[in-house]
């Protein structure tokens, strides 16, 4: 095989660099770099994501010769440490990481201390002269080596892992020692004896005492583990494809735990959770990388700008040891300058020595990466067309959600306090496990996942949650890097509770106060503090930095982005958040909302009128609440275009179901109560989605829709009479072609004509139609040419495509996912085979039907960013979201512009 | 323009001729045919159907020009007839007949006598010597010309028509009249002046005395009556585009009522309703055409073949005047010859002389239709794929269906007998109008129309009643040729009856008997006569005839037919009718029918399992069951392929509903009747079409699909073991992609190898899906790497491309056909558009991915002989359908392969 598998770095020299990301994955492209640079990085070798997919092509086998042309880069690396790794004197020792194209923290596996072995202990004593260390390291290697190769890579799932915890425990107790800190270098050696007695007798087989065969299972284990089910479980999440890969590095063992010189931390060149431009971190005197990560102890500060609550009485780097610090801090405003970009950083302090251990780029709050991406572009070290792609579109929803309302905030009664880690507020009911987490949204509750600490597992209740409280951990804790990535509301390290999660309950420490699963709480993420019961939240206040981006978003931004509403305050709302005018219009609101009794009954007797006179009755009497709904809407958009869709819902939905609601209307209509009853049973449907609706009713009830339409143009009419500039557009839902169009139509001219004269003015309209149904898609030239303008409603065009209820899926829609039969929720992101497929075809042949149709979206997906890339290689005109998102799909139409741009 | 929009004909030579159908309509093209062939036929204009167009498109104007053509055409007319239009000594009268490519019969509008008016009345008078035969047609012309020309024309409607019968009716009462017989020549012109008063004050105009002004109207108002109610629902029905347009013909009026040596008549050059051989027709002497088709009065026979109960005391023509007979049948003769068909032919004899005026292929029931095909190529009048044309697939129906089992028939109560104008046996309640027929059909009803007799507002009722029965009209009546070209049971002329419409009720003359609404009756259209009750029906006997038929169908034919099927015995009452295989086998059968309780109780309890294991043990006790089904059908279809569709409704289809079945339940699964409820209530969906169903739940319980797959290859490993040779094929539903395909293969791979072990066969089987969800054809091609064959599940395809429910869409597909918005329904035929297009796509993409791939369709529209065509185009390799439609299917597929053909 003529394919280079292995890539060497250190030495201040590389094969690889930077930008050779795809193939060595993000860790090993950067530590490439940082030797490039010059900076002090373990030498080592990265095994390319191409021997990845190879692996698994291979029915994960290793491909031939990978293994040989390792240990010729071993060569290298001994050379460059100066050790040599399986030698009794002078050993080397090795951790073995995964690193693939984006970040997966904490999702893949890693061992470390890898090369420890009865060979090569007496040299490492010897050269440490510090046995507990070398036994300590030794235990390590056996706990991880058997739980991540022998059991989980295999396969096996035995638990391996926990009983050596267990053992672990045990052992302790036994000694009456209450912290690891107190076992000797001879209790680790036994319990090192221990371990791998018990792996021999768990997983029958030894724990392999040869170096060679060791790291040759590490690097399996690490390919293996980029299919474990936390890692496809985030790739998911993440849109990570499941074909990228894993590289592997395996790097020379630095020790931030070989003594009092020796330390570990972890940073960030500016502020990841509000984007200030101070160096960032954290770090632990004699202790591992993990440790740090893992939330068990509280860290060190790194400088004064890191000291909090939690930290102040610790040491910082800075005053501990300047001098590092100091070759610290201008390695990171090196690596800064260099990636033109917020960079995170992991180092190693060897006994007295600086090791680089990793960069890449860093995640941050939205909040931090918009004031970052504007502080970036101001300092000129970036344009503003990549400002403009630093910030995702999704991370703009926490600048938009609701905070606590600080007058309320000042009364409530304060539960505890934790540190700050995801911003905004939050309210919901407590649970104590991500299983819980989801089910219970699954059923529309609104939860805040309370743990003791988060680990890789709890993603998927992460998610779901709205916000997250844990009584362990620090900022760079895994809870709250995976919050902060996601803009989630987290409060971490609230020391002051007692998370007992099996049995579902969690103390406040010395108040008696128990808090139990169901309760409801507020967190406010931005400030680290709980309440009891539900805080009023309000709006995020407007941020002149945010306005200030937007701006620039707005100049590269071609496609318009309008909002979804159902009542003229959603459409204030929206205005201010940027939305251009209004795609998709839902009358139907007035009849659900609050005080929608009147109009409400007034539908009803329309609904189940027996005659044709007592339809066109109850229609007259439902004519000035339609128009004074439009009205309203009409004068918060003055000026903008306003997409009215005509009345959509199966009609049987607004029925009176209760018995009280039933004799009203029987009272109203002079029948009796079993007549309305047998009326709303004919009126029933089986599978209403596909039943009698939208454009349905109008062709069967045309008063219907001439009532609407009537409504439309007075009040469109009158608003011209006062000087206002009303841009109303007519959409007709649920269309299969173009003859239910021009029927459609007669019915509007003749009302349109009706008005006209009757107020002498002549009132300008779009006319046009939802594409929701997949005929429609195929009709779409002969419909454009009754239709000024197209919408697709991929809602429901995703239903028909599918044959997926809405109402139904959640049922298989998860598993469907899951297993990998859809990559994605349809129902969130534009699927670019079927609907995708459907839409593309639409827009062809409407431009055919009609050369400057204007074409929009008004589904869901329409402020989902993925899917507005979508829209915007399709050459649609606007987007149409709810108002939350108009911001959103505005970055993320500019980013598609800046992307594909013409 | 120069376009031709006249062509004349008479005078034994014309500017047209047969094969100008689309130009100039059937009835033009035949007359234009006849003058060439030197038949007598009195001279006449065919305005061309392009003319109609035209008028149409130039929103209801004649084309400029047109009129100066027709005069010009006009001195043709009148020099072959001798005679001038609105000449005062000798004036030429007209008529105005619609006519079209096809045939539309009594669906458009007619004017005669035109050119009676002040002018010309004494010189006709003068001419015939027959006052009262002149005022005669003068008040006829008034009648029809206000009604047809002025009214209806006009769109006004204002009943112009009813009310002149009613001043008819009036005048005859005053006078103490009993028939119109008895009006004397003053009376008829009384009648006239009465009339053109009433027609002053009701339509606020004159009936026009200007020859000219007559003329035209009459042709603007038959172009108008293309577009008249009856007439677009007709086409609908029979689908005739909308866009063919009629022709106008103008004729020389010649009158079969001008005395005792006039007559008319129509007749068939063999007997539509059997198809032997004979000169078949009725003729009424002194009379005018109309009165004949009317069913008024009852018609003589035209020589002893046509002799029957009803008119075997009236003269026949061959005995009254056997030269004039012999002329008429020597015509007919040559005709056939010329066509080389059985034709249907008008004559009227006036004063001894015989004119043609009309000649077209004649409509027959399938029964005939399939005699004379046979019958006229064993005569080498056509050869064996003219014969396969020569069947309409949708005749084949009359030949399968039931008739009254003679046995039970002798021994029924008679209640009346009438004429057998359309055969095969009908069992359904009473109703006496159209409108009850369409409703109570919609409610799931099988009828009986009963009527005095039927016009053409008729149609729609006739439509859906399985039988009709008139009282009135005799073999070529209005609802014996209705009834005949659709194959419908009928019976007409059933003189006993008194049919009291409007009360709802008929008597039975002398018996006192009464026929309520909603009454049930057997009708044996063969035989003519009508039962008490509900008679058993049997199959209609094998006719060898048929069979002989078929096999040179098949000799054509080279597209697969096989069978839907949901028991063996439905398998082999397809395999009788040549099915070739099962291509869709539904195994819900089995929880559905007679005897299904105990697999249904045992289904349930697998629906509502509280775990995995009980949800296993209900598996397995529900596995012989299966087996059982599947082996019997395997028997049935030895030899031939079997295509098993996997368990498909959604579970909540089974679950039980009643109280008594919960409890039943309950009891099995040891939990409480609230747990069964819950449960229950747990599967319910909002849109089950759309949820949880087919192969997805196969996905969330592989155990399902894990068992139908054992039970299969044990059934056939065990049918193998005996010595036969089953074909299973195993097809998966609901799919929307190849991921679900390759999931459930890898079950199936595993269950293949166990069975095949333990039997120790090797177990041949195809693996294929269903294509019934829009999204799976975008995704063919990745589908077909995974399927062997596609089956399009048309009915499930076509409810989600157009959003319409099965269950629920009769509330406004109706509306959705009449209204022009769709021109058929999609469930019955595949619309080319929409899901033709999907089927057409995933053909391509299908074989993209597997070249070999074999592709049917097992939806309903598979038996369709419009959709069969669709899929012979689309390289279909077979279409499936219930069993009484394979001999349809068999016939298209031969039909499409002679049209289309390689």
Redesign the interface.
Same mark, same amino acid.
């Given at each position: 095989m003529s394919k280079k598998y292995v890539y060497s770095f250190g030495a201040k020299n590389a094969e690889g660099k930077a930008d050779m990301k795809e193939l060595l994955g993000g860790k090993g492209a950067n530590l490439a770099e940082m030797c490039l640079m010059g900076l002090p990085v373990p030498a080592g070798l990265t095994i390319t994501t191409e021997c990845c997919t190879d692996y698994y092509a291979n029915d994960c086998q290793l491909p031939k010769g990978l293994m040989d042309e390792v240990w010729k880069g071993m060569e290298f690396v001994e050379k460059d440490m100066g050790m040599k790794y399986g030698d009794a004197e002078n050993p080397l020792l090795m951790s073995a990481r995964s690193g693939s194209r984006g970040s997966m923290p904490g999702m893949m596996d890693t061992v470390l201390n890898i090369g420890l072995c009865s060979a090569t202990l007496p040299g490492i004593i010897k050269k440490t002269d510090n046995p507990r260390f070398v036994y300590d390291s030794y235990r390590r290697l056996i706990m991880m080596y058997a739980d991540v190769v022998m059991d989980k890579a295999e396969g096996l799932d035995k638990g391996i892992r926990r009983q050596l915890d267990d053992m672990l425990e045990h052992y302790k107790e036994e000694k009456g020692y209450e912290g690891d800190i107190e076992l000797t270098a001879d209790d680790m050696k036994t319990l090192a004896e221990k371990f791998k007695a018990k792996v021999k007798e768990v997983m029958g087989t030894d724990f392999p005492d040869d170096p060679k065969v060791q790291l040759e299972g590490a690097i399996k284990a690490v390919f293996k583990s980029w299919n474990g089910k936390k890692a496809v479980s985030y790739r998911r999440i993440e849109n990570i494809p499941d074909d990228w890969g894993t590289a592997v590095n395996i790097q020379a063992m630095v020790f931030g735990n070989m003594g009092d010189t020796s330390a570990t931390g972890v940073g960030f060149t500016r502020d990841p959770a509000v984007g200030t431009k101070v160096f960032y971190g954290e770090w632990l005197p004699n202790a591992q990388g993990e440790d740090v990560v893992a939330g068990i102890r509280t860290p060190n500060p790194l400088n004064s700008d890191t000291k909090n609550e939690q930290n102040k009485h610790l040491p910082s780097l800075q005053e501990l040891w300047p001098n590092l610090y100091k070759e610290l801090d201008d390695t990171c405003m090196r690596l800064e300058t260099e990636y033109k970009d917020m960079l995170d950083i992991e180092f190693t302090i060897q006994e007295g020595k600086l090791y680089m251990l990793q960069c890449r780029v860093g995640k941050s709050t939205g909040t931090a990466a918009l004031k970052m991406a504007m502080d970036m572009m101001n300092e000129k070290l970036i344009d503003e067309k990549t400002a403009v792609t630093r910030v995702k579109p999704e991370q703009l929803d926490e600048l938009l959600h609701p905070i606590c309302d600080p007058k309320i905030e000042a009364t409530a009664k304060l539960l505890c306090k934790g540190l700050p880690a995801g911003p905004g507020a939050a309210v919901g009911k407590v649970v104590f496990s991500s299983e819980d987490a989801v089910e219970w949204t699954r059923r529309g509750e609104k939860v805040l996942l309370v743990r003791k600490e988060t680990n890789p597992e709890d993603v998927d209740g992460m998610r779901v949650a709205d916000g997250i409280l844990t009584s362990l951990g620090g900022m760079t804790s895994h809870a709250a890097l995976v919050a902060r990535g996601w803009g989630k509301c987290c409060i971490v390290g609230a020391g002051v509770l007692d998370v007992q999660e099996d049995k579902k309950v969690a103390y406040v420490k010395g108040t008696g106060i128990v808090i139990k699963e169901g309760d409801i709480l507020t967190l406010n993420g931005t400030k680290g503090h709980a309440y009891e019961g539900a805080l009023k939240l309000m709006e995020s206040s407007e941020n002149p930095q945010f306005q200030e981006f937007m701006k620039i978003v707005d100049k590269y931004r071609t496609m318009g982005v309008r909002t979804n509403a159902e009542t003229a305050e959603d459409a204030l709302l929206a205005k201010s958040f940027g939305a251009e005018g209004i795609g998709l219009f839902r009358t139907e609101h007035m009849f659900y909302g609050k005080g929608a009794e009147a109009p409400l009954f007034v539908l009803r007797k329309m609904i189940l009128a027996g005659s044709d006179e007592e339809r066109q009755k109850a229609i007259d009497e439902l004519e000035p609440f339609v128009k004074k709904d439009m009205k309203e809407t009409l004068i918060a958009m003055d000026g903008l275009p306003v997409t009215f869709r005509l009345l959509d819902p199966p009609l049987h939905e607004f029925a009176p179901q209760t018995a009280e609601n039933q004799k009203q209307l029987a009272d109203a209509l002079g029948i009796t109560v079993e007549d309305v009853v047998n009326r709303v049973q004919d009126l029933h449907?089986?599978?209403?989605?596909?039943?009698?609706r939208g454009v349905?009713l109008g062709?069967?009830y045309p008063a219907i829709t001439e009532m609407q339409v009537r409504a439309l143009f007075e009040a469109t009419a009158e608003l011209m009479k006062d000087g206002k500039s009303p841009k109303p557009e007519i959409m007709v839902p649920?269309t299969?072609?173009g003859?239910?169009l021009r029927?459609t139509k007669v019915s509007v001219d003749k009302i349109h004509e009706e008005v006209c004269k009757k107020f002498g003015v002549k009132i300008e309209y779009l006319y046009g139609t939802m594409i929701?149904?997949?005929?429609a898609c195929?009709?779409a030239e002969s419909m454009a040419k009754e239709a000024e303008f197209f919408s697709f409603g991929t809602n429901?065009l995703t239903?028909?495509?599918?044959?997926?209820?809405r109402?139904?899926?959640s049922?298989?829609l998860p598993?469907?996912v899951d =297993? $990998?039969?859809?990559d994605k929720d349809p129902f969130q992101t534009i699927?670019p =085979? $079927?609907?995708g497929?459907?839409i593309t075809m639409a827009c062809e042949r409407g431009r055919k039907g009609r050369p400057n149709l204007k074409v929009g979206i008004c589904g869901e997906q329409g402020g989902d960013p993925k899917s507005v890339e979508f829209c915007y290689l399709n050459g649609l005109n606007y987007v149409s979201c709810s108002p939350y998102r108009v911001p959103i799909a505005r970055l993320a139409a500019a980013q598609a512009a800046i992307k594909h741009g013409k």
């Open positions: 449907e089986i599978n209403p989605m596909m039943g009698h349905r062709i069967t649920v299969i072609g003859r239910e029927i929701e149904i997949p005929r195929f009709l429901d239903q028909m495509t599918y044959g997926f209820s109402d139904d899926a049922v298989f598993e469907y =297993k $990998g039969i859809l699927d =085979k $079927g609907v497929e459907l």
